[in-house]
């Protein structure tokens, strides 16, 4: 095991501990997911020794490229980056348990028809541009409970809770309100009582604002570079697959 390594995830280990006792919330309510986008396979699987169990892909090409690699550990594997409509087919070759960017009816009515063909389910979270960003993507908030709606339509797709990426910004006032919004979102779907639609995940917050997300009820934060070090380019680069790129 890389010391390094060991000594990021226990590091955040107390911070999101940290953030619960603050929070009045058991450190158990939330789940540590590594973010492993240009990560090698070798250190995803001493990451996964370590005890860091979930991890998640923004590429659907690196997926593939460390697929045989990582089936040597046992580990649960989400998808977290922005969905192309013709991926639909290879994502459900790779044991994706959950699907944490769908973001639009016509994603969701591909992935329906290709689990009715492949006789599987997937659970979803319904990704949200709560920053109002336009180079970011995700629902609309005011469109978010029409959405969800009409996914909970599609019966090979399991709704399991909400999704943001907030503001990129070091200042914690800034970046609160996005996910405040997913929060006060999270209840109202939830006071519906949608048949078949549970709210019972808040993925949001990474290694530079998980504390603020855990203050406003994440049950997942998406972490990569407070474990795994700096990469070649900022997570601005990686998260913004852009409409425009």
């Not at 390094?4 to 603050?22: F, M, P, S, V």
């Not at 593939?64 to 989400?78: I, P, R, W």
């Not at 599987?120 to 629902?139: A, R």
């Not at 504390?211 to 795994?228: D, K, L, M, P, S």
Request: charge should be positive; proline fraction near 2%; charged fraction near 25%.
């Amino acid at each position: 095991m890389e010391e390094g390594l060991q000594h990021n995830i226990e590091k955040i280990r107390r911070r999101i501990d940290t953030a619960c006792k603050n929070s009045s919330r058991k450190p158990t309510d939330v789940k540590l997911l590594l973010a492993t986008k240009t990560v090698s396979a070798d250190r995803i699987k001493a990451a996964i020794t370590a005890g860091c169990r979930l991890i998640a892909e923004n590429k659907i090409q690196e997926v593939k490229e460390k697929f045989n690699d990582l089936q040597e550990v046992a580990h649960e594997s989400h998808f977290i980056g922005h969905l192309q409509t013709n991926k639909v087919k290879e994502l459900l070759k790779y044991n994706i348990t959950c699907l944490h960017s769908l973001d639009r009816l016509e994603l969701g009515e591909k992935l329906q028809h290709r689990l009715v063909l492949e006789n599987k389910y997937l659970d979803v979270l319904i990704q949200v541009n709560t920053s109002g960003e336009v180079s970011k993507f995700g629902v609309p908030p005011d469109q978010a409970i029409m959405l969800v709606q009409k996914i909970a339509c599609l019966d090979r797709l399991r709704i399991k809770g909400l999704m943001t990426i907030g503001l990129f910004s070091a200042d914690a006032a800034k970046v609160r309100p996005c996910f405040q919004l997913l929060s006060q979102l999270k209840d109202q779907i939830a006071g519906l009582n949608i048949t078949g639609v549970q709210m019972q995940e808040l993925s949001m917050g990474m290694s530079s604002d998980l504390e603020v997300a855990i203050e406003e009820g994440a049950t997942i934060v998406r972490v990569g570079t407070a474990v795994f070090g700096k990469r070649q380019y900022p997570d601005s680069f990686y998260w913004n697959e852009s409409k425009g790129r």
